[in-house]
């Protein structure tokens, strides 16, 4: 079912967010998807304590 309700959002060109709001280290709501992925990323870098990781060969 859940197929079948995606594929029909996607033809009626409605679209959702997922509407889970990111907060900076603050405490504050960021609003902007900028703002947004910058934060995602500073909270992986974080989590790697800033080590980039290759990915295997």
């Known amino acids: 079912m859940r197929t079948v309700y995606d594929i029909s959002r996607k033809l009626s060109g409605k679209s959702t967010s997922s509407g889970k709001p990111v907060k900076s280290l603050n405490g504050d709501t960021l609003t902007s998807p900028k703002e947004q992925l910058e934060r995602w990323s500073e909270h992986f870098k974080i989590l ?5 990781f290759e990915s295997p060969p």
């Open 48 to 52: 790697t304590n800033g080590k980039l």
